[in-house]
């Protein structure tokens, strides 16, 4: 017998009634080259963060130290004291503090440098017996080296230095693995197949220890200044093709080999390019002009300049999923009794399924399956949202209108939050996939439209505390959304998502005049 899941639950609660009003939805996708479609086509692992890898390592050098040295004491100083004592704990803390920031000088915390073994080695040993001299010479100068155990001194540095090196061995083979999964790799597009792109993808591939894997190369010439290759990474097709290609397959960085003269050039294609979820830079290293060092930015030695920034990434999106995992859990846990009672009440009201599905656009443009409690007649459903709800709409139930003026048919999302993990608490709102202004989709509608899918949607989000909800029957609102959207995706902080948590209550009383 299959075990019950989250989802599986949720499929049963829709019905298998509801599957024939599940219509298809229309996806518009550009035609991407053979090439660009091999690519497309790998298996591409998730990526993991440099940065949160080495944010833990930290964590666990304080910690396997601190263990070590307090778990000496406790048994083999204590039994001889007698008694407890703090001074031993806290010399313990202040060594390991000592050891992470010793380490960190020493510049061992690098990805590049867990893959190897010797340097990393030497320069830890050192580092790690820089530090216990140092304890020893502070301890004599302050004269409390009498009350030490030179045995616990003795077994705290051997079995210390012992076992950071059985962690750093342990490590080792993880990111090895990591890294031929492409797990650390930075999947990188070029932009430009001249010369000067040929000169880029040559420097990047000739640097050692290097994350930077180049896919292939774009560019919108057809005469004879575009290459077919690049220092053997293949033309994979014009400009415009890169946002459908960065939503079929993971890419990180765009990286532009066009000279900074060619600004007319550069800024049409950003304008193209600035919604997708990822880093945006222009390559320095055939440029003439020189700024200040401080002004680039490094991969390896090849200088670049910042345009774009993926946001919410590294420990940001950390925060963010611990946010969205243990408030939404508690949210869910008291959100289930009303839950409950809205179930019963749309049942009662009228035959059909209590939850239903709907097809919506989620992070970088993928479709996801949203749930919401069913405010629609069954049989009047509408799952691609191809027809606005509008005020007085026959449609819609006499349950299903308190429930949507009230956003308790959105309760339901925090399955998607808790366990499906495709949503956030706060975000910009998901729309449908058809939704429509007049005749034209959201997206035809508004310049840069599809920014707003840089980060996860939300069950609510700034532009819904400020009004912007509900019926969109005009250009301005759905502008106004994305004006907000955008405004929360360039400013979010774990304490503006509780803000807008905190708000959304009030919003929902005060401003629900759009909500039908």
């Known amino acids: 017998m299959e075990p019950l899941n989250a989802r599986s639950m949720l499929d049963a609660a829709t019905g298998a009634a509801a599957k024939p009003a599940d219509q298809p939805f229309v996806e518009r996708r550009r035609r991407l080259s053979p090439a660009a479609l091999d690519v497309v086509n790998q298996k591409v692992a998730r990526a993991y963060s440099p940065i949160v ?28 004291a007698g008694s407890f004592s703090w001074v031993y704990p ?12 010793c380490f960190q000088a020493a510049d061992i915390y690098q990805v590049q ?32 080296g009498s009350e030490m ?11 210390g230095l012992a076992a950071l090196i059985s962690q750093r061995l342990v490590l080792r083979s993880l990111v090895r693995a990591w890294a031929r999964q492409g797990r650390l790799d930075r999947r990188t597009i070029v932009v430009g197949s001249d010369s000067n792109g040929e000169q880029l993808v040559e420097a990047l591939n000739a640097q050692e220890d290097s994350d930077i894997h180049v896919l292939g190369v774009f560019d919108d010439r057809n005469d004879s200044r575009a290459l077919d290759t690049c220092a053997g990474a293949r033309k994979l097709g014009k400009v415009d093709d890169i946002v459908e290609f960065a939503r079929r397959t993971r890419v990180d960085l765009v990286l532009f080999a066009l000279p900074i003269s060619a600004e007319t050039r550069i800024l049409e294609m950003l304008k ?9 830079r222009l390559s320095a290293h055939t440029n003439k002009l020189r700024f200040r060092p401080r002004s680039y930015s490094y991969l390896g030695e090849v200088p670049t300049l910042d345009v774009f920034e993926a946001p919410i990434t590294d420990w940001d999106l950390v925060m963010k999923w611990l946010f969205d995992r243990i408030v939404g859990g508690l949210a869910l846990l008291a959100a289930l009794p009303v839950m409950g009672l809205v179930a019963l009440a749309v049942k009662l009201d009228s035959p059909g399924p209590a939850l239903f599905r709907q097809k919506r656009f989620g992070f970088n443009n993928e479709r996801i399956d949203v749930y919401k409690f069913r405010s629609m007649y069954h049989h009047q459903a509408d799952p691609t949202a191809s027809k606005v709800v509008t005020k007085n709409d026959p449609r819609v139930t006499r349950v299903g209108r308190f429930i949507r003026k009230t956003s308790l048919d959105e309760l339901p999302q925090l399955f998607n939050v808790v366990f499906s993990g495709n949503l956030s608490l706060v975000g910009p709102r998901p729309h449908a996939v058809q939704g429509k202004l007049q005749s034209r989709l959201f997206d035809e ?8 899918h840089r980060v996860k949607p939300g069950i609510t989000g700034w532009a819904q505390i400020n009004g912007w909800r509900g019926e969109i029957d005009n250009e301005e609102k759905i502008q106004k959304r994305v004006e907000f959207d955008l405004y929360y995706i360039e400013n979010w902080s774990v304490l503006f998502d509780l803000v807008i948590l905190l708000k959304t209550p009030v919003s929902l009383l005060t401003k629900n005049e759009n909500a039908y």
């Open 53 to 80: 890898i080495t944010g833990f390592v930290r964590l666990a050098d304080f910690a396997l130290l601190s263990l070590v040295g307090i778990a000496l004491y406790v048994g083999y100083v204590m039994p001889l």
């Open 90 to 101: 806290a010399q313990i803390i202040a060594v390991a503090v000592a050891a992470v920031v």
């Open 113 to 144: 440098l867990f893959r190897g073994q010797l340097r990393q080695m030497t320069r830890m040993i050192s580092s790690w017996s820089f530090v216990f001299l140092l304890f020893i010479g502070v301890s004599f100068f302050a004269k409390f």
């Open 149 to 159: 155990s030179r045995l616990w001194l003795a077994a705290f540095y051997f079995l």
């Open 272 to 280: 193209k390019l600035w919604v997708l979820p990822v880093d945006i």
């Open 445 to 452: 509608a508004v310049d840069g439209y599809f920014a707003r």
